[in-house]
């Protein structure tokens, strides 16, 4: 992967080891500049080369203090240091983790951080900073998170956030906590080879390339997958999923399948719609839960037989769920939460049988219609603007009820 900036070229790539693996690292950097790769900085874990001519240079390592935060602008410990280092001859590139990385091509130039118990102390303080972050990810892990899926409206939060999404978290959260241990666990082997005398360049961390570089692209799959998540669930802008850019609110005479459900049109049966269905849109979606998803809005002016005109508007979620198990969750979890947030005006319905697996009417803000069947749901809103309560709620959810069944 190559691109160009000011005639010079750069290459990307994936670091075979760790970064506790001091020489591993170097002696990578050093095969890499024999190849004409010069590093020149480290994003998102992974290492920018130049391409330049073949040299010989060497790579050393060096554990940098922690920079406070609050200093910005102020020389720091870590700024010390470096410049201690460029003094003895070593150029700072770039950093990755906490270890500086520093070149040079002096052959003379003397050895940085040969003291095998001061590294050993700052390898304690590294494992320690992991031990509190492993604290702090399996808090999120194994109890936050468990007990997200014991919420009330836990169905409609991941269908509006997307269920892909929940668990691409999950796993990147997982991912940290293997992480963690695994870093926590050589940082261990590294002390014990530094107490038993070994230099800190002899210390070596055994793990094959292939299966580092495989468990170091998952964050990266990870992060893409999220960009494309978000994306996707963008009301407008480019979404992967849909091949090419989408409107926010499509109208809804672009929706060229045939509605699976009743439109407004088929309630005022004895009205002529005049309108030019510009206030109608639609929005298609789909969740891994709910394979598909449809929001329709209408809001026309319809002339009667009498000659006066009327206004109504229609606000409709229809959901096709995995299993019959999952509609009736939806149904019950949307009307909860609607029994929440309008309780000053929540009032319940009687309804007629109307042939289906639920049915539930009430008003919240608006008259409110809730229908099950099989593993779809159902659920609509009408609006009698100039009218309240002119169409009788038996005949138009009877209408609706019919339509799902067919």
């Known amino acids: 992967m190559y691109d160009t900036d000011e005639n010079v070229r750069h290459a990307i790539r994936m670091s075979p080891c760790p970064v506790y693996d001091i020489s591993g690292m170097e002696c990578w950097l050093e095969e890499m500049a024999r190849q004409g790769l010069l590093l020149c900085r480290y994003s998102m874990g992974l290492a920018v080369f130049e391409k330049r001519e073949p040299a010989r240079v060497r790579y050393q390592l060096a554990l940098l203090p922690g920079d406070p935060l609050m200093e910005k602008g102020i020389p720091t410990v870590q700024d010390e240091m470096i410049a201690l280092c460029e003094e003895y001859g070593w150029h700072y590139v770039t950093k990755r983790g906490r270890f500086g990385i520093f070149e040079t091509e002096d052959e003379t130039a003397r050895t940085l951080y040969s003291d095998a118990e001061l590294a050993s102390a700052e390898y304690e303080e590294l494992r320690q900073r992991e031990k509190s972050a492993l604290r702090s990810n399996l808090l999120w892990l194994l109890i936050i998170a468990p007990l997200m899926l014991f919420k009330e409206n836990i169905l409609q939060s991941c269908l509006m956030v997307g269920t892909e999404l929940y668990i691409l978290l999950f796993a990147a959260m997982t991912w940290h906590v293997v992480n963690n241990i695994r870093n926590i666990i050589q940082l261990r082997k590294l002390e014990k080879q530094l107490q038993s005398g070994q230099s800190l360049r002899e210390c070596r961390i055994a793990q094959h390339p292939t299966a580092y570089q495989v468990y170091a692209v998952v964050p990266i799959v990870c992060f893409t997958l999220l960009c494309i998540l978000l994306m996707s669930r963008m009301d407008t802008g480019y979404s992967w999923l849909y091949g ?163």
């Open 244 to 406: 090419g850019y989408r409107e926010a609110h499509p109208p809804l005479a672009s929706y060229t399948e045939p509605l699976p459900f009743a439109r407004l049109e088929d309630i005022i049966a004895d009205g002529v719609d005049i309108d030019t269905d510009t206030n109608d849109t639609i929005q298609v979606e789909h969740d891994i839960l709910a394979p598909l998803m449809l929001t329709v809005s209408q809001q026309d002016r319809f002339r009667m037989p009498d000659g006066s005109t009327r206004d109504y508007g229609m606000y409709a979620k229809y959901y096709e769920m995995l299993h019959p198990a999952l509609a009736m969750r939806l149904a019950k979890e949307q009307q909860m939460q609607d029994k929440e947030r309008w309780e000053t005006w929540y009032q319940l319905y009687m309804l007629p049988d109307l042939g289906v697996d639920k049915a539930v009417a009430y008003h919240g803000i608006r008259p409110t219609l809730i229908l099950v069947e099989g593993s779809r749901v159902l659920v609509v809103m009408l609006d009698e603007y100039d009218n309240p309560d002119l169409i009788p709620l038996e005949q138009w959810s009877r209408v609706f009820a019919e339509s799902l069944k067919i």
